[in-house]
């Protein structure tokens, strides 16, 4: 066969390899890509990261604060020392209080109770609450002071006293008074009520007034 005979017969070979092979090069395999691992983006501080479906962390993930903690996990006022300091009266008895979030309870002759606690909200809506717990409202007096620095603000009410009375008790008690001081503070203010029925409550005040002039910041 001659070179030019030859090169005839080669050339559409050629070509024709060429195109199977571009064909090959563009048809798409026949499973999926594999796909690259994804890095994990990090949390921002402050994030949550995902949990599992049983609620919790991923393993060995510190424990993220407050948001995550079980409820009724919160501090009780035990946990928090009171900033102020007082001085019992005597003749006053400390007793175990209905509620941990009392800092103080007291027991005072003729059936009066003293609590000490803290919560939030504006001085004036606490003194209203306090008022709201009485009918027959026949005396409400309003007083404000200072001790050592401090912001005192005195309700002294009388009648029938239907706000829960003493040990949780429901019904309504007649002839009953309450003192109430609210110290106010940087954090939630702190909040002195002695309750008990009117008579003994009136005997009582003198020892009461003494106990909030001894209140001085720590």
């Known amino acids: 066969m001659s070179i030019r005979l030859a090169s005839y ?3 559409p070979v050629l070509f024709l390899a060429g195109g199977w092979a571009l064909r090959g090069a563009d048809r798409a395999p026949d499973g999926p890509l594999p796909m690259p691992p994804a890095s994990s983006p990090a949390l921002a501080m402050g994030d949550v990261p995902p949990l599992d479906h049983a609620g919790r962390l991923p393993p060995n993930h510190p424990p993220v604060g407050g948001a995550l903690a079980p409820p009724g996990s919160g501090p009780s006022a035990s946990d928090d020392p009171p900033a102020l ?7 006053w008895q400390e007793a175990k209080g209905p509620s941990a979030m ?3 309870t007291y027991q005072v002759p003729g059936g009066v109770e003293v609590s000490v606690s803290r919560a939030g909200g504006t001085t004036d809506a606490n003194i209203q609450r306090w008022v709201g717990q009485f009918d027959d409202v026949g005396r409400e007096v309003h007083a404000e002071k200072t001790v050592h620095g401090v912001r005192v603000v005195s309700v002294d009410v009388a009648g029938t006293y239907v706000g829960g009375g003493m ?11 309450m003192v109430g001081a609210v110290l106010e503070s940087r954090s939630p203010s702190y909040f002195f009520k002695m309750t008990g029925p009117a008579a003994a409550v009136r005997a009582a005040l003198p020892a009461f007034d003494r106990l909030v002039d001894s209140i001085e910041p720590t």
Do not use: F, Q, Y
């Open 9 to 11: 017969v080669l050339l």
């Open 85 to 91: 300091t007082w001085k019992l009266p005597d003749g």
């Open 102 to 104: 009392r800092l103080a």
């Open 167 to 177: 040990g949780g008790r429901t019904e309504s008690l007649r002839n009953w008074a």
